[in-house]
T-cell receptor, first 117, second 110 residues
């Protein structure tokens, strides 16, 4: 398989601050990465598709100016939650599609738990 | 209507029991289907892909009925370690975004 890491694992911040979450594909290149959000007792909801070298594609209802995505290289995508508020507290997970024999599989990072006070 | 629907459960079953989960999807363009397992406060992990011909992996059997847009997962001889949330997932193709169901919670008890 392939490994995707996320950093940080968890973060607690004050309302109004910005938080950056990193997603890295460790042993493969990913031109596309996906960012999901999961609220308690709910399923994963796709927020946006991160595209290396071009703008991210956001799902309906997700504010692109609030959730800034940068896919700076073939192994790194970042999600910045700007001016975070308590309602942004959630579990944020990234994934990257596999290559070759793993083409039909997605590899998930371990997630980042964000708590906004 | 959600694109992928599941009964949220929880399903409480005794160890050794056989349990089945069902899922329906509404997007007829969906091509690939999966069952993922998610433990509390962890990321989802792929359990198995689902094929029209049905596939089996040890105690787990998955079935896909494209005509009815219905997917199932059967777990035989349940173990305590099977306790988790099982997510039904669809995709419109390899490398594309996944659409998750809300998950079905399974609790296997002694």
């Amino acid at each position: 398989g392939a490994v995707v890491s996320q950093h940080p694992s968890w973060v607690i911040c004050k309302s109004g601050t910005s938080v950056k979450i990193e997603c890295r594909s460790l042993d493969f290149q990913a031109t596309t990465m996906f960012w999901y959000r999961q609220f308690p007792k709910q399923s994963l909801m796709l927020m946006a598709t991160s595209n290396e070298g071009s703008k991210a594609t956001y799902e309906q209802g997700v504010e692109k100016d609030k959730f800034l995505i940068n896919h700076a290289s073939l192994t790194l995508s970042t999600l910045t939650v700007t001016s975070a508020h308590p309602e942004d507290s959630s579990f944020y997970i990234c994934s990257a599609p596999g290559l070759g024999v793993f083409y039909n599989e997605q590899f998930f990072g371990p997630g980042t738990r964000l708590t906004v006070l | 209507r959600k694109e992928v629907e599941q009964d949220p459960g929880p399903f409480n079953v005794p160890e050794g029991a056989t349990v089945a989960f069902n899922c329906t999807y509404s997007n007829s363009a969906s091509q690939s289907f999966f069952w993922y397992r998610q433990d509390c406060r962890k990321e989802p992990k792929l359990l198995m892909s689902v094929y029209s011909s049905g596939n089996e992996d040890g105690r787990f059997t998955a079935q896909l009925n494209r005509a009815s847009q219905y997917i199932s997962l059967l777990i035989r001889d349940s173990k305590l370690s099977d306790s988790a949330t099982y997510l039904c997932v669809s995709s419109t193709g390899g490398g594309n975004k996944l659409t998750f169901g809300t998950g079905t919670q399974l609790k296997v008890e002694l």
